[in-house]
């Protein structure tokens, strides 16, 4: 006789739709908001450090002070008479600020400078000198505002670690760019002393000759007179000489010190971390290719039948996976998947059912446990095959539940009672009665050789005859990826039950293990998302609660 197939018995071809590449807004959120304790957590914290370290640092002052530009400050005859520094072309201050020549006399002023303490002058011309050879001054600095023109205002700012300090500074260096600047239009009028003042020795020279006569003495001491007037005059305008800038104001003594701001560094950076860490979980959202929600897996073309939220490990390890699952309140997260599985099958007692995965560690065997448990309290007849022969753990996890178990004959009398044992010895086999309504077949110790005692022709058969007087049989597999067992097994089954893990199995991983289940002919019925990490809000949205309710029996 022909096994019975439920309404959907093959694995869909895979769609050209690919889920991998596929992201919106709310999963870009869930993604964030995932992550969200942790970048809270890390903003409060460096936001606290970065507090407390700018209240350690030392205070800074800034004071300021205004050049403005002569342009046409000499009018009339003053003109004539008064020499001027040509204008300044754009930058050409800045660039003197940095260099020897201004920020030199700074630092020997400031060296010498009797109103500052010792300390304090040697932290300030430390900090220059440093500056200087680094070419990056930022103890004084310089803005300008000026006109197409070239004429306008230029700004120094210089900083202190006390409002005297900072406001020396500012006038010393304003001293600086303002003796600079006149230095400018003297060197003119020097070279223009120096080269008078060498006609007067060469004058005199010739004029100490013998060989002259009258008129070229005459000569002689008419050019003479003439050099010692221009001299004069010369030495004159160096004494009215005049830059391009002059200073508006001196600087001000500033009241409160511009920096540490503590609060204000502390909000800049938990907003810089917020920021960056939604920045950096979105990025990880759209980057991550595993299996997130119920979306990603529809689109293989398979339904959802259950959502099981995540267990605590501490409670699996000291209750063990049933009674965690119980006490966490998952009866109708494990009811829905179970009302959704003997919807598909149909009413036909006996049918096998093979829950697997992709990979170990998924969660399969604990989700065979639950749904075990969850059909035994509506009145389901269960019987659990633990198909892993290498690391059969259906043992141990009601091992955990109950220590002490009962055994019922199976088949024939006495016998197996491990799954590798039956397959041995179909005939006489038993089963440990893990609860009521529920008998486990355990896999039995590892071995490696299972190909040899699963690759059998009638072991459909077998799984056939051992159901009789169950309504269902789950089968526990290996991994559909990590040995071939399931794939074997899988052959004879009524509905196979793919378990994914959130946030862990990828989607990859989903595609091959559907793609060698149709090559193999396994009939996957759809997926178990595991161990999800939902609020009571979400679980609503699911379709079912947290809260523990009594189990009532169903009316079949």
């Known amino acids: 006789m022909t096994a019975y197939r439920p309404p959907e018995p093959a694995t869909p071809d895979l769609p050209r739709q690919d889920p991998e590449n596929e992201i919106d807004l709310v999963t870009l959120w869930q993604g964030v908001r995932r992550r969200l304790p942790v970048i809270l957590l890390t903003a409060v914290v460096l936001s606290l450090a970065v507090y407390l370290w700018s209240r350690a640092q030392p205070p800074v002052y800034e ?132 080269s008078l003042r060498a ?165 399969k065997s604990s989700v065979t446990a639950t749904l075990a448990d969850g059909l035994a309290t509506s009145g389901q007849r269960v019987l659990i095959v633990d198909a892993d022969l290498r690391r059969g753990t259906q043992q141990d996890v009601w091992d955990k539940y109950e220590r002490e178990h009962t055994w019922h004959q199976l088949s024939g009398s006495g016998g197996a009672r491990t799954f590798q044992d039956a397959l041995r010895d179909p005939g006489n086999v038993q089963v440990m009665e893990a609860e009521p309504n529920v008998h486990v077949l355990p896999a039995g110790p590892g071995v490696h050789d299972t190909l040899g005692l699963l690759n059998r022709s009638d072991l459909g058969d077998l799984l056939r005859r051992w159901s009789r007087g169950y309504d269902v049989v789950l089968v526990d597999s290996p991994p559909l990826l990590a040995l071939p067992d399931g794939l074997i097994v899988g052959k004879h089954m009524d509905a196979v039950l793919l378990v994914t893990e959130q946030g862990k199995t990828t989607l990859q991983a989903v595609r091959q293990a559907l793609r060698r289940a149709r090559s193999a002919g396994v009939p996957v019925l759809g997926f178990i998302l595991n161990k999800v990490n939902v609020s009571a809000q979400e679980a609503r949205s699911y379709g079912y609660g947290y809260s523990y309710t009594p189990r009532v029996k169903e009316v079949r």
Request: aromatic share 2%; glycine share 10%; charged share 20%.
């Open 63 to 194: 004071a300021s002070s205004s050049l403005i530009t002569a342009g046409s400050g000499n009018v009339g005859s003053l003109r004539d008479t008064l020499i001027t520094a040509p204008p300044l072309p754009e930058g050409a201050l800045q660039e003197a600020l940095q260099g020897p020549l201004v920020l030199g006399e700074v630092i020997r002023r400031v060296r010498a400078e009797p109103q500052l303490t010792p300390e304090v002058r040697a932290e300030i011309a430390a900090d220059l000198q440093k500056e200087l050879r680094e070419r990056r001054v930022k103890t004084v600095t310089l803005q300008s505002r000026l006109d197409p023109g070239g004429n306008g205002i230029y700004t120094v700012t210089a900083q202190g670690p006390t409002a005297q300090a900072a406001t020396l500074l500012t006038d010393i260096t304003t001293d600086a760019l303002l003796n600079w600047d006149r230095g400018r239009a003297l060197q003119g009028v020097q070279r223009a002393q120096n």
């Open 199 to 363: 006609q007067l020795a060469e004058i005199d020279r010739q004029l100490a000759g013998d060989d002259l006569n009258p008129l070229e003495r005459q000569t002689l001491i008419a050019a003479r007179a003439t050099a010692q007037r221009n001299l004069a005059q010369a030495t004159i305008q160096a004494e009215g000489i005049s830059g391009f800038l002059e200073r508006v104001a001196p600087a001000v003594p500033p009241l409160e010190p511009v920096a540490p701001r503590p609060l204000r560094n502390a909000v800049l950076t938990g907003l810089l971390v917020l920021l960056l860490g939604a920045g950096i979980a979105a990025l990880q959202t759209v980057l991550d290719r595993t299996v997130r929600t119920e979306d990603d897996l529809l689109t293989f073309g398979l339904p959802t039948l259950g959502v099981i939220p995540r267990l605590r490990k501490r409670d699996i390890i000291f209750s063990g996976i049933v009674r965690a699952a119980r006490q966490a309140g998952l009866y109708e997260a494990v009811g829905f998947l179970r009302v959704n599985l003997l919807t598909r099958l149909g009413t036909r007692s006996g049918q096998c059912v093979m829950i697997s995965s992709t990979v170990p560690g998924e969660g």
